[in-house]
């Protein structure tokens, strides 16, 4: 592609202001949520401090993520078929109220002197809820409202918007924690709201085509479009198992507090940095997506991800765990690119609602999941190893998919 087309299919992407205005209530959201993500991680690991161990500390964190995956575990098929039954900005519109409820809860919850952590498990598990349903919807909408031509670019931006997103939230969470999760929880509040505003803004038709048959006919369908297209179930399964064992991020307040002994604030830029690598990746990506090599970049983006936990986990010096999770951040950015864009340009738009649920509860079982993973590993091993254990786990599961999904390894084009 040539510098001259590149600048005009930028120029085409941001002429369209629907999706101008999708990005912008992206970040918003997710800006939101990383603050209220942070605050409660660290709020539940100060309280569980109060009366344990470090490591029964650190189950305590797990729990957390356990409690977040249940719900889209058991809702995540039927909110595929919302996303596709329904018009996708009146799914999203109700989701962030539903979040929004679930900070507020918190704000009074603290504000009152009753948080606890058993109550800060339960908010995490109605926030859950409105999660699973909001991703399918989100991601479905976003397709909507641009051309397909557009859209490996418009995935980079996409990305982009959630990185950086990913790379403030923290970093502000943290600061305000050092004052009070009620301030943190009260930023969230207000970041719901204005990405609520800027959703109505939004005028594209965002009705899905009504497809016939049953819902539970609808949901077996898009299972098994999933399955048939073994390189997209390859792409989905190698960040589920990668992410679920090599994941960290949930250790990072005992990382902080205990292993590295910095404190709220360097909790705050322990969880920013695997968003800064990210971010630089996903920047990279939207102005030069790649074109070739798709599987040897989804495989390699997950090895190096696992090789940097390791080194996270190993090292005792601030600067070089924060260079690690950076890197980390980035591979994974890699990796979550290609998953995306060949998830997207492989669906027809009627079942993107569906393939998208199958997906997000693929990648949440990752994340959520991965926490609870890595809070028992951490009760048994120590926070340690149980980091080291994972990015060593996350380094064989590539080299055991780069042979069970052949086509993955040898998938070239991303057009």
Not at 209 to 215: D, I, L, M, N, R
Not at 229 to 252: M, P, R
Not at 368 to 375: A, D, I, M, Q, T
Not at 382 to 398: E, T, Y
């Amino acid at each position: 592609m040539t510098a001259n087309s590149s600048d005009s299919t930028a120029r085409a992407l941001f002429g369209q202001r629907d999706y101008l205005r999708y990005l912008a209530m992206r970040w918003t959201i997710v800006l939101g949520t990383q603050i209220q993500s942070v605050a409660m991680g660290w709020h539940i690991y100060t309280l569980a401090r109060h009366e344990g161990t470090v490591e029964e500390s650190a189950l305590q964190l797990g729990w957390l993520g356990l409690a977040s995956f249940i719900p889209l575990l058991l809702l995540a098929l039927p909110a595929g078929w919302a996303a596709d039954r329904f018009a996708r900005k009146r799914t999203i519109l109700i989701c962030i109220i539903g979040e929004a409820a679930t900070v507020a809860f918190l704000v009074f919850a603290t504000a009152a002197g009753i948080a606890s952590v058993a109550l800060l498990i339960g908010v995490a598990v109605m926030f859950g809820v409105s999660r699973a349903f909001f991703q399918p919807a989100s991601t479905a909408m976003a397709a909507m409202l641009v051309p397909r031509s557009l859209m490996p670019r418009a995935i980079g931006w996409n990305s982009l918007a959630w990185q950086s997103a990913s790379v403030i939230g923290p970093a502000i969470g943290g600061i305000l924690v050092a004052l009070s999760p009620l301030a943190a929880y009260g930023a969230g509040l207000g970041l719901y709201a204005i990405g609520f505003l800027t959703l109505l803004t939004i005028r594209h038709h965002t009705q899905p085509e009504a497809q016939p048959g049953s819902p539970l006919a609808l949901v077996k369908e898009g299972l098994g479009y999933v399955w048939r297209q073994k390189i997209v179930f390859g792409a989905i399964s190698l960040d589920l198992f990668a992410v679920l064992l090599g994941g960290a991020t949930a250790l990072l307040p005992v990382f902080a507090k205990d292993v590295l002994h910095v404190g709220p604030e360097g909790f705050g830029v322990l969880r920013a940095a695997p968003a800064v690598g990210a971010t630089i990746v996903a920047l990279i990506l939207a102005n030069a997506p790649i074109r070739n090599h798709a599987g040897a970049f989804i495989l390699g983006g997950v090895f190096v991800f696992g090789a940097a936990t390791v080194v996270f986990g190993l090292s005792k010096l601030f600067p070089l765990s924060v260079a690690a999770l950076a890197i980390l951040g980035g591979a994974d950015m890699l990796s979550v690119y290609v998953r995306q864009t060949l998830v997207q340009l492989v669906t027809p738009d009627p079942m993107r609602g569906r393939v998208a649920a199958v997906s997000t509860l693929f990648i949440s079982a990752s994340n959520e999941l991965g926490e609870f993973e890595s809070g028992v590993a951490a009760r048994f091993l120590g926070p340690v190893g149980a980091a080291v254990f994972g990015g060593v786990s996350a380094m064989l599961i590539v080299l055991a998919w780069a042979r069970l999904f052949p086509d993955l390894r040898k998938a070239d084009r991303l057009e």
